[in-house]
């Protein structure tokens, strides 16, 4: 790692000393950069498509803006109807009176104002001048078509889960990303510090018997966890699959659980290349769980 925020850790610090992993993790500051900026540094730095960042889509802007002007406003915001080509709402201010003892004695309640999304013209209506829906229509404006954090987090969150990466547990944020994964994660160090004010760290862990314990824990723990889940998902697939008068089971959905476990399970050998552990320590009855998910699937 040559990024001048990369931290050397102590365990590295012997030249020519192996390296079997990385600490990896992120702070994403000021981040508020036009969809089409975003989407072209992502693809410039070589991060898998499907992971993009996309800015919210007008409904989820319009929502993120009412909540943030709901935010110690006095102001309280309500759906009244929502149609294909709008989003009306209507908004009402409360003020509590308190006697000299700091008691709530009363509560005055304004005149409700309406407001509305409308889709085909990207723009928030109605209400011109109150200060509540100008807050609106100024968080409207700011998230319109831009990548903020909340839009950007979940992409580099899955795109470390990707290079198989493992969150510690006992220090939740922080990730292990094995050696192999060393290039992706400079790309990806690359285009979150180019987002405003944010950072990636990835400190290089020196290969010895006390970090191997601990990312092999770590390992078993976020992998069984993983196995549990899908598991429960599957027993629920087999009673739905065996009751006629439920909801019908498709096969993309039992297809999506059999490529979560094909997933499972070539992250899982990295880290039993890695680490010279084997498969019934990190993945017990995984081909167990596969099989039960073809043979749903065949019934259906």
């Not at 790692?1 to 850790?9: L, Q, Y």
């Not at 079997?20 to 975003?38: M, R």
């Not at 011109?128 to 909340?150: L, N, Q, T």
């Not at 690359?190 to 987002?195: D, F, I, P, R, T």
Request: aromatic share 6%; charged share 25%.
């Amino acid at each position: 790692m040559t990024n001048g925020k990369t931290v050397e850790s102590n365990a590295q610090s012997n030249v020519g000393e192996a390296v079997l992993g990385y600490l990896v993790w992120f702070g994403l500051n000021k981040v508020h950069e036009p969809e089409e900026n975003v989407q072209a540094m992502w693809e410039t730095a070589g991060l898998s498509e499907d992971l993009t960042p996309c800015a919210p889509s007008l409904a989820r802007a319009f929502n993120i803006a009412v909540r943030e002007a709901e935010v110690g406003s006095g102001f309280d915001a309500k759906l009244v109807r929502k149609e294909a080509a709008f989003a009306l709402y209507s908004v009402k201010g409360w003020t509590e009176r308190v006697d000299a003892n700091g008691t709530v004695v009363d509560v005055d309640a304004s005149t409700a104002v309406q407001f509305a999304l409308v889709y085909d013209r990207e723009e928030v209506v109605g209400g011109a001048g109150h200060p509540f829906i100008e807050a609106v229509r100024e968080g409207f404006a700011h998230h319109k078509g831009y990548v903020c954090s909340d839009e950007l987090r979940p992409s580099v969150t899955q795109s470390i889960r990707a290079m198989a990466g493992i969150p510690l547990r006992h220090n939740r944020g922080v990730y292990f990303v094995p050696a192999s994964g060393q290039e992706e994660v400079e790309r990806l160090q690359g285009m979150v510090e180019s987002c405003g004010a944010s950072e990636l760290y990835a400190v290089p862990q020196a290969d010895g018997a006390q970090v191997r314990k601990g990312v092999a824990s770590s390992a078993v723990q976020t992998f069984q966890a993983e196995l549990a889940s899908i598991k429960a998902e599957l027993g629920s697939f087999r009673t739905r699959s065996q009751d006629p008068s439920g909801p019908a089971l498709q096969q993309g959905t039992v297809k999506r659980r059999l490529d979560a476990i094909s997933d499972l399970k070539e992250r899982a050998a990295i880290y039993m290349e890695a680490l010279g552990i084997q498969q019934d320590q990190l993945l017990g009855g995984v081909d167990d769980l596969k099989a039960l998910a073809e043979d749903i699937a065949k019934q259906l």
